[in-house]
């Protein structure tokens, strides 16, 4: 460090917190020299030619010169391969055993003295020199790994590797975890490795809290998602292909990934962008099901400061009657920042308050570090240290950070010990009178003026009794913390559906909660990365999501922040929030014409909560995020795959935000079909692009023809909304109710519409036939 990096150091953090974050960051380049002994000189190695094939269950292995690859396909269709000897287990991204093998599928010889495996779904393809083909039933390819490479440190040591893959030219790129710049991944460089960016990002800011090695592929040929289950620091590069490059050949899209140790071994799923996700959500575990409460609008700050504040905010909703579910307490309402403690002078009486907001339908949700301070006393600190529960570096030293508290100590959740440690300390949040807890700071941070900001490399972990280090702990840092918190609420309170999303996560963590966006700039930049974070996670089987409504920083303009309040009342995890520092987000804060505005939307959010609640269901049932891209339905239509301003809410609704300042109109691209402007009744005809109103007041939602939609009727009734089919054309729905926040199972309705003598008649369909409909149902459409 020079000396213009200590004085930015001093700069962001004060004096005396700027020199302490100078002596962790010198701290921890000290512990990773010890540590982490210099890779020396390392030798190159690639399989091979091609040796013999033993057959094994879904497949075998296939033997090369030097190395050996392992293919198993499962009874689903879903392809695992594995280089010398990786296995699918241990893994923090697999919800339980592997799928079982397709006991059909057998090794056999391919042409040019190659293997594949042949299933109903999917066919495998193994070159005689290490290339892995990934193949439709009727031969076309839609993946082609090429001979993996990697390099070995001759002293020893994990080996570096570098997988290269090809896809079609008309491939185009999804997933990758939580990216502000998609949702099309473009040309580029992305990194694996769970990153604070150290303030707001914007679009093109990269990486962030969430990265995942999850590619979802779709092209002419198909759909699949690729999964490199290894969660060590590696990068992805990207490039399109071009169809008719260099004497009217095609250039495949390619990804090369280059991880920096662990296993290389990937799973590969394959099929209609919802069998894909159904098939990943099989593999990596059903996402957890909110309760109702948690699909309501919600407000967050940090800096709300004092019990008096919360009730005036909360009192401000009541008295412009604005509906309100959720209200979150930030780091502020801690005593010095310590987690699980409270401000007695500020908050003298939390449980009281907590009892009182939930008399008036408000739950408040509290925020949990996973940094305890590192000092004998706190109460949190002692009984860690009792248990042994604090990461330590590798000649067994406590590992310290810098985080709000200031010098930190940092629980190893990879221990189950540990976890069931923490989960415990959740038992003060509940008697407190919180319904729900939202992880921050957990990839993890300890605040410095250079390098990643996080724990030392060489820090040991327990990593299930496997034991390593922070190289392959960090990415799994926050899913562990989630596992954590999900399991000990599951305990302390075990009527009730746990409430938790983390900033940082991994492959997986849909298991036992949600995310939101992390701090996104306020700017209209930072509402379009918004929208690009949701889909992108949905791709990942992470349906829960959200952004800060208005951006975490700044002084977002009234129009700005309607906006986005509108793109927020759409998607799963709707939620103001802001920083300390930046302007208040309290919709009568804006003006009496947002305020306007804004009550219709939050109204219209309320109608639909039937809606959310029956997506919430599906997702856990199916895998399928309720925010998905337009291309959804029809993967083939290319002029839908680079439509990334407009998403579909389930099957039934499509919406086009407003991106941009100053718009009134905006163009929308749709799927095939009819669809009907919400607003004005019109009907529009797909496959392609129309120009619709976007006033202030709104922004444009179509609903597809057909489509049975639950909402909330007169006296917040159950009620049908339909949509009339085009004449000579029938429709849909799917209706689960609302059970509680329970673990009640729920029954899944299904209605179909149609015209019958002139009229739209709808029906419930059960497995014993067709009965009439008992619910209110409200026909809109068929006037036209």
């Not at 060590?232 to 008719?244: A, F, H, K, N, Q």
């Not at 989630?482 to 599951?490: D, K, V, W």
């Not at 209706?735 to 003598?757: F, L, M, N, P, Q």
């Amino acid at each position: 460090m020079d000396g213009r990096e200590l004085v930015r150091s001093v700069k962001v953090f004060g004096s005396v917190q700027g020199l302490r974050a100078v002596r962790a960051a010198w701290r921890q380049r000290r512990a990773d020299a010890l540590g982490l002994p210099p890779r020396g000189r390392e030798r190159a190695r690639v399989p091979g030619p091609v040796g013999e094939a033993v057959p094994g269950p879904g497949g075998g292995t296939v033997h090369f010169a030097r190395s050996q690859l392992r293919i198993s396909v499962s009874a689903g269709g879903t392809v695992f391969w594995g280089w010398d000897g990786a296995e699918p287990l241990p893994s923090y991204a697999l919800a339980g055993e592997p799928p079982e093998p397709d006991g059909r599928a057998a090794l056999e010889p391919d042409t040019d003295g190659g293997w594949r495996v042949v299933s109903e779904r999917v066919t495998v393809a193994v070159s005689r020199h290490g290339a892995v083909e990934v193949r439709t039933p009727g031969g076309v390819v839609l993946r082609r790994d090429l001979p993996p490479r990697w390099w070995e440190p001759v002293a020893g040591g994990p080996a570096r590797w570098v997988q290269r893959s090809e896809v079609p030219a008309d491939a185009r790129f999804f997933g990758l975890g939580g990216r502000s710049g998609g949702p099309r991944l473009r040309n580029g460089s992305y990194r694996l490795w769970n990153t604070d960016p150290h303030g707001s990002f914007s679009p093109g800011d990269d990486p962030l809290y969430i990265t995942m090695p999850v590619q979802f592929v779709v092209s002419d040929a198909g759909t699949h998602l690729a999964f490199h289950d290894n969660s060590w620091d590696g990068r992805v590069t990207l490039t399109e292909g071009e169809e008719g490059a260099g004497s009217g050949h095609d250039r495949p899209g390619t990804s090369e990934l280059r991880m920096d140790g662990g296993p290389l071994r990937c799973w590969v799923v394959v099929g209609t962008p919802a069998r894909v996700l159904h098939g990943w959500a099989a593999l990596t575990g059903a996402p957890a099901l909110p309760p109702s409460w948690a699909l309501g609008p919600q407000h967050a700050r940090w800096g709300f400061g004092s019990e008096r504040e919360v009730r005036r905010v909360v009192d401000g909703y009541r008295k412009r009657d604005l509906p309100l579910s959720v209200l979150h307490l930030d780091i502020d309402h801690y005593d010095r920042h310590q987690v699980f403690t409270v401000d007695r002078e500020r908050f003298p009486d939390l449980p009281g308050l907590a009892a009182d907001l939930r008399e008036e339908g408000v739950r408040l949700v509290s925020i949990v570090d996973p940094a305890v301070k590192a000092e004998p006393g706190n109460a949190v600190y002692d009984s860690g240290t009792a248990a042994g529960a604090f990461v330590r570096e590798a000649r067994g030293d406590e590992v310290r950070g810098l985080v709000w508290p200031g010098e930190c100590a940092y629980p190893d959740f990879t221990d189950p010990a540990v976890r069931e440690w923490w989960g415990g300390l959740y038992e003060e949040r509940l008697a407190q009178g919180f319904s729900g807890v939202w992880h921050d700071m957990n990839e993890p941070v300890s605040f410095a003026p250079f390098g990643d900001q996080t724990l030392p490399r060489s820090a040991r972990h327990a990593l299930e009794g496997r034991g390593g280090d922070h190289r392959e702990a960090h990415n799994v840092y926050g899913l562990t913390m989630a596992r954590a918190g999900y399991e000990g609420l599951r305990r302390l309170r075990p009527g009730e559906r746990p409430f938790l999303f983390s900033r940082s996560g991994w492959a997986g963590m849909q298991r036992y909660g949600g995310t939101w966006s992390g701090d996104v700039s306020t700017g209209w930049p930072g509402l379009r990365a918004s929208l690009s974070l949701v889909l992108g996670l949905g791709l990942c089987g992470v349906p829960y999501s959200g952004p800060d409504v208005g951006g975490f920083d700044g002084d977002p303009s009234p129009e700005l922040f309607l906006r986005w309040f509108q793109l927020g009342a759409w998607l799963p995890l709707f939620r103001t929030h802001a920083a300390i520092d930046a302007g208040r987000r309290e919709p009568w804060e804006f003006g009496p014409e947002v305020l306007a505005h804004a009550r219709v939307a939050l109204a219209e959010r309320e109608r639909l909560r039937p809606y959310f609640v029956t997506l919430a269901r599906l997702a856990q049932l199916t895998g399928a995020p309720y925010v998905r891209p337009v291309w959804w339905g029809a993967p083939e239509d290319r002029a839908l795959r680079d439509c990334e301003d407009a998403f579909l809410l389930g099957d039934a609704l499509l919406v086009a935000p407003v991106l941009s300042r100053g718009a009134d109109r905006r163009a929308v691209r749709l799927p095939r079909g009819r669809w009907y402007d919400t607003a004005t009744g019109r009907a529009y005809e797909g496959p392609g692009q129309v120009l619709v109103d976007a006033p202030l007041s709104r922004v444009p939602v179509l609903a597809r023809a057909g489509a049975v939609i639950p909402v909330r009727g007169w006296g917040d009734e159950l009620e049908l909304e339909v949509w009339a089919p085009a004449v000579g054309r029938s429709g849909g729905g799917l209706v689960v109710r609302d059970t509680g926040d329970g673990w009640e199972a729920a029954e899944i309705e299904r209605y179909a519409s149609r015209w019958v003598e002139g009229r739209v008649v709808v029906e419930r369909v059960t497995d014993d036939g067709v009965r009439e409909v008992e619910l209110p149902v409200r026909v809109r459409g068929a006037e036209g």
